[in-house]
């Protein structure tokens, strides 16, 4: 969750509803309550690369109809359901590395290395 906040992943917006409807699973369970919340909680749910895509109420609008279609699933399965989503993106489980490179300048000065098993 940190390093997908982080940006580290490639996600798109659809991704990052599905997966916002699934941390509120995580951390709020059935309740509604939180659901008004959300434009206050996107720096919690949404990928700190994507967030400016749309506006909080849009966000917003978005995940509640994601978090809707997933009535039902309790914190454990929403956790399964994050892990079996994300693990098929080619970075999962690399170690990744903000790096400052200065040889060559085709290249920006602050660079993200991720290292895995490929």
């Known amino acids: 969750l940190p390093k997908l906040l982080r940006g580290y992943h490639k996600c798109t917006k659809e991704d990052a ?13 059935e ?9 206050n909680l996107l720096h919690e749910l949404i990928p700190i690369d994507v967030i400016k895509i749309q506006n909080p109420n ?5 995940i509640i109809t994601a978090h809707n279609q997933e009535n ?3 914190c454990e399965n929403a956790k399964i359901s994050f892990l079996k989503f994300v693990y098929k ?13 200065n040889g ?10 991720a290292i895995n098993k490929n």
């Not at 309740?31 to 919340?37: C, P």
């Open 89 to 101: 993106w080619p970075t999962f489980g690399s170690a990744f590395f903000e790096v400052k490179q």
């Open 31 to 39: 309740s509604k309550a939180e659901l008004q919340a959300i434009p």
């Open 17 to 29: 509803v599905k997966l916002a409807a699934l941390i509120l699973r995580v951390r709020f369970g």
């Open 58 to 62: 849009e966000w917003k609008k978005a």
């Open 104 to 113: 060559d300048t085709n290249f920006p000065e602050h660079l993200l290395i």
């Open 72 to 74: 039902g699933v309790n």
